[in-house]
């Protein structure tokens, strides 16, 4: 009975552990492009990358790092990285910007063929790729703006963003791998065109956000 006892007690302890070093992505991502240090970014970047969960934030932090890459000149592995993302990441999040700063990055490199094959490729699939997600009639899209996991900074974001005119901000409390988490997002919108405007307008007003939805 005591061993059992320990056991157990090893167990809850090593959850604890666990739970205490695991930090959502969203707050790790929000952390990252807050940070003026491109080292301490890079490094938050690989954290959310190496957890490998493949979600919003996994492909955003490959974007990030390939951008980060790019800009001081390792073209050979910006590229990769952006071939990862125009690739593979949902259709939601690839945009005519990142398949361009692809193409450039293979030039930059000097890898033309490349450059050739890839530009076929995804000028090809970019309308098939866009036209199914669109038709995901099920999807609920929204705008996040940030991830905390103190509920102030939340409420900080939200009042600078209805400062600047927007409306139906919300701070979301959820319970994530034992922490809780505040995300900033708009309300829930069912058609994709129609958050795909709404973005429009915010890149306008040059503020910070990614489209999602579940």
């Known amino acids: 009975m005591k061993i059992l006892t320990k056991k157990i007690f090893i167990l809850v302890c090593f959850i604890n ?6 930090t959502d992505s969203a707050v790790l991502y929000q952390e990252a492009i807050n940070t003026i240090d491109a080292d301490k970014a890079s490094e938050i970047y690989d954290k959310i990358i190496q957890s490998n969960s493949k979600s919003d934030y996994y492909w955003l932090s490959v974007l990030k790092k390939a951008e980060l890459n790019y800009a001081i000149g390792s073209y050979i592995s910006a590229s990769a990285l952006f071939r990862e993302f125009n690739l593979d990441a949902p259709g939601y999040l690839v945009t005519e910007d990142t398949r361009d700063l692809f193409f450039k990055s293979l030039t930059a490199a000097g890898q033309i063929d490349s450059l050739r094959i890839y530009q ?10 866009k036209s199914k997600t669109i038709t995901n009639k099920n999807k609920v899209w929204f705008i996040q703006f940030g991830a ?3 509920k102030d900074s ?10 600047d005119g927007l409306r139906d901000i919300q701070v979301s409390q959820v319970m994530n791998r034992g922490k809780m988490i ?15 405007k709404h973005a429009e307008k915010l890149k306008k007003k040059d503020i910070d956000f990614i489209i999602s939805g579940h």
Do not use: C, D, M, P
């Open 17 to 22: 552990i666990l739970f205490s070093q695991t």
């Open 148 to 150: 905390y996991s103190k």
């Open 182 to 196: 505040y995300y900033v997002r708009s309300g829930n919108i069912k058609s994709y065109n129609s958050i795909k």
């Open 154 to 163: 939340a409420e900080i974001l939200k009042e600078s963003l209805v400062e």
């Open 120 to 129: 076929k490729k995804l000028n090809r699939s970019v309308s098939s790729k």
